[in-house]
């Protein structure tokens, strides 16, 4: 019995103990914030080639994503000559920079690599496909948020390609852009 | 019968003693008073668009919805590199001291983001009349924004004393320098200062970090 009345007496210092230590005067504030991410999306708008005749043959296509031109020449011949309209857009929630241009051949490389040549004016200012790649920055290298850069790059096959090494050769291109964010 | 003369007489006598008891000179003098409460609040000083302030880098967009009891703010559009700070102002418009007992924060993020998505705070107290107090200027590294509280709770904030009047200013007194400059420009940012880490790999695009960082102060006499 004595212990019981012990215990209730200890159960009743302990509630009333606790109702002073919630007595005590508290205030809180607060900082909610959310931080969140924006995106980086650049791709090819098109990829289209015309002007080719019909003895030359080329075709060029845009993967699905968007991120890649392949192009492929076959049955060209010294002179023979196309232009490839496209154009890059940047999707991006921030502007973004070229950081680096990747080409990659395939098929007849070494015996069309030189002679297939690219500008971007239709009658001047032809160079090998790595040549204009080296200067492609002096064209574009910064985009806008939104914008859509659209292009034409000629191609043509060189007049003094030697008959020997070159006739009856194919060739194909793929050119990778990669761009980065513009504050890197 | 003689009993009951005896109880009568008795009686008699009783009622005479305490009418003499009464005549007896009395005097007082009393203690009179009113017990009135102060109050305990502390605020963010809101003098918007001017306090909460919000800086941020390029590109980056900002809204902020602040009253004196709390922030709440969304920084978008952010990206590795990418900053903003909020400069904000805790004020103790009690009547008595308040003591700093601790911070919390609850967060909701996506995982891609969390690790990179960080905080750096700097702090110093001002006194009632707007004067710095010497020796109070602190500040912590840049830390995942789940790990804010944890931080903050490991420097001078943590029991920090206001008197009424005294305010903690999130930035940097006269005199002293941030050494967080993100953009470059030769001026540390500072206040809570947001950025995204510049390791934040792509799958971070399109992802947020929700947080309430709560700051509860006690009486200054509460241990």
């Not at chain 1, 004595?2 to 005067?25: D, E, F, H, N, S």
């Not at chain 2, 017990?35 to 306090?51: C, F, H, K, Q, R």
């Not at chain 2, 030769?186 to 200062?193: A, P, R, T, Y």
């Amino acid at each position: 019995m004595k212990k019981t009345r012990l215990l209730i007496a200890t159960l009743v210092c302990a509630i009333m103990l606790m109702g002073v230590g919630y007595a005590w005067w508290t205030d809180t504030i607060t900082l909610g914030g959310t931080v969140a991410t924006g995106h980086m999306d650049v791709i090819f708008s098109q990829a289209d080639l015309s002007g080719f005749d019909s003895i030359a043959g080329a075709s060029a296509s845009l993967s699905e994503d968007k991120k890649t031109i392949t192009c492929a020449f076959t049955n060209l011949y010294p002179g023979a000559k196309g232009v490839l309209n496209s154009g890059i857009k940047n999707n991006s929630t921030i502007p973004v920079k070229l950081s680096n241009i990747d080409v990659t051949f395939t098929g007849d490389v070494a015996q069309l690599e030189e002679h297939l040549l690219v500008s971007l004016s239709p009658n001047s200012g032809f160079v090998t496909i790595e040549q204009f790649v080296n200067n492609v920055e002096d064209y574009i290298d910064y985009l806008a948020i939104d914008e859509n850069v659209g292009g034409q790059i000629y191609f043509k096959m060189n007049e003094e390609a030697p008959n020997d090494s070159t006739e009856g050769k194919s060739i194909g291109l793929n050119i990778t852009f990669d761009w980065q964010q513009f504050n890197r | 019968m003689k009993k009951s003369k005896m109880l009568i007489a008795t009686l008699v006598c009783a009622v005479m003693l305490m009418g003499v008891g009464y005549a007896w000179w009395t005097d007082s003098i009393s203690l009179g008073g009113t017990v009135a409460t102060g109050n305990m609040d502390v605020i963010w000083e809101n003098y918007e668009p001017i306090l909460p302030l919000v800086l941020t880098g390029a590109y980056i967009d900002a809204d902020v919805d602040a009253s004196e009891d709390a922030i709440e703010f969304t920084f978008s559009n952010l990206y590795p590199g990418g900053f903003a700070n909020i400069d904000c102002v805790a004020k103790n418009e009690s009547t008595i001291p308040v003591k700093l007992k601790e911070a919390r924060i609850s967060v909701d993020a996506d995982a891609e983001l969390a690790p990179y998505a960080e905080v750096a705070v700097l702090y110093h107290k001002v006194n009632k009349d707007g004067w710095p107090v010497l020796g109070s200027f602190g500040l912590t590294p840049f830390v995942p924004i789940a790990d804010l509280a944890d931080t903050l709770n490991g420097t001078a904030l943590k029991g920090m004393i206001l008197n009424p009047g005294e305010r903690i200013v999130f930035g940097v007194p006269e005199g002293e320098t941030s050494p967080y400059d993100l953009d470059g420009d030769g001026i540390g940012e500072d206040c809570f200062l947001f950025r995204v880490n510049t390791a934040a790999p792509n799958d971070t695009m399109e992802t947020q970090v929700d947080f309430t960082l709560y700051l509860d102060w006690v009486q200054f006499n509460q241990e």
